[in-house]
């Protein structure tokens, strides 16, 4: 995640992930002075590759194994409803957005 110095924090530990996500998605329902929409990108990049790096790093222990998958099925419902409230899905989730977006246009 993201401190209030906008550095980046490193997620390692279940806890820093469960609190992370919790803190996720209180940055996404924050205001735009709050938090540009590039930083909630961001964060929600970060937090993806952090978790992606967990799970790789814990695979063989099916007991952490299984805290990883849950936090990543909390994420997809999290991202799902992003998706729901916009016609187009996080940049972080999205890498064809641009050629959706000039798509769109043309029409």
């Known amino acids: 995640m993201v401190d209030k110095n ?3 924090a490193h997620l390692e530990t279940f ?3 469960d609190n992370g ?9 924050s205001s735009p002075k709050t938090a540009t929409q590039a930083a909630k990108e961001s964060a929600l990049a ?5 978790l992606e790096a967990a799970a790789l ?5 099916k007991a952490k194994s299984k805290k990883y998958a849950a936090i990543g ?4 419902e999290f991202e ?3 998706k729901e409230g916009s016609d ?3 940049e972080a989730d999205n890498t064809d957005s641009a050629a959706s977006a000039k798509a769109r246009k043309k029409d």
């Open 21 to 29: 996500l919790s803190d996720l998605i209180d940055l996404w329902s």
């Open 46 to 50: 970060h937090f993806k590759e952090d």
């Open 88 to 90: 187009v899905a996080p």
């Open 57 to 61: 790093k814990w695979i063989d222990n």
């Open 6 to 8: 906008a550095q980046r």
């Open 80 to 82: 799902e409803v992003l």
């Open 15 to 17: 806890d820093d992930f």
């Open 73 to 76: 099925q909390e994420l997809a």
